[in-house]
């Protein structure tokens, strides 16, 4: 009978962490690199005469493709007219699609933004392979952004593939039924 409760207890924490996987797994936060305009591509002409900078920070849920993203802005050379999540595109590489527009940004110099929309499952695993930046731009000097600064991971804990977690499963009730073989061999009846 210990023999019996004990496997059944092995294959419950088994499936426990083949389903916490999954739980954890659903939600990814993100941040940006200072957001600046010598990551707009193609660099505009009037380059030199920004120092605006930015931050973003966003969420995706990898299941259901939500994604919300705020941040903040200053310095810019004039009011925004567009801040969005766009991708996918890498570092260096763009200009790529609006994927999530912002809902609300301060119609000033300096202020905060922020926003929230659904993506497709491609664009959710470019999110996750840092292929998605976020961008503020203005009129007339920036119309291709002012700043931009690249969406990265900001838990780089790596996720333990499924098959890793199966084998580490199977390697756990394969040793809890040894010891309890064990020790029903050594027990008097």
Same mark, same amino acid.
């Given at each position: *009978?210990? !023999?019996?409760? %004990?496997?059944? %207890?092995?294959?419950?924490i088994s499936f426990i962490l083949l389903a916490g996987r999954s739980v954890c797994a659903a939600t990814r936060s993100f941040n940006t690199t200072t957001m600046t305009v010598a990551r707009v591509v193609p660099l505009p002409a009037q380059a030199?005469?920004?120092?605006?900078?930015?931050?973003?920070? +966003? $969420?995706?849920?990898?299941?259901?493709?939500?994604?919300?993203?705020?941040?903040?802005?200053?310095?810019?050379?004039?009011?925004?007219?567009?801040?969005? !999540?766009?991708? #996918?595109?890498?570092?260096?590489?763009? =200009?790529?699609?609006?994927?999530?527009?912002?809902? $609300?940004?301060? +119609?000033?110099?300096?202020? $905060?933004?922020? %926003?929230?929309?659904?993506? $497709? =499952?491609?664009?959710?695993? +470019? *999110?996750?392979?840092?292929? +998605?930046?976020?961008?503020?731009?203005?009129? =007339?000097?920036? #119309?291709?952004?002012?700043?931009?600064?690249?969406?990265?991971?900001?838990?780089?804990? #790596?996720?333990?593939?499924?098959?890793?977690?199966?084998?580490?499963? *199977?390697?756990?009730?394969?040793?809890?039924?040894? !010891?309890?073989?064990?020790?029903?061999?050594?027990? =008097?009846?």
């Open positions: *009978m210990d !023999v019996v409760k %004990g496997f059944v %207890g092995v294959v419950v030199g005469i920004s120092h605006a900078t930015g931050i973003c920070n +966003a $969420t995706l849920n990898d299941q259901t493709g939500e994604v919300s993203f705020s941040g903040s802005f200053a310095g810019l050379n004039a009011p925004p007219t567009a801040v969005h !999540v766009r991708g #996918p595109a890498g570092e260096g590489a763009g =200009p790529a699609p609006v994927i999530v527009p912002a809902s $609300t940004f301060t +119609a000033a110099v300096s202020g $905060t933004f922020s %926003g929230s929309g659904t993506v $497709t =499952p491609d664009l959710v695993s +470019a *999110m996750i392979s840092g292929l +998605a930046y976020c961008e503020v731009r203005d009129t =007339p000097n920036f #119309p291709s952004g002012e700043v931009r600064g690249q969406l990265v991971s900001a838990s780089p804990v #790596p996720a333990v593939p499924p098959w890793a977690l199966a084998i580490l499963s *199977m390697t756990l009730v394969g040793g809890a039924v040894r !010891v309890l073989r064990e020790r029903a061999l050594r027990s =008097p009846i």
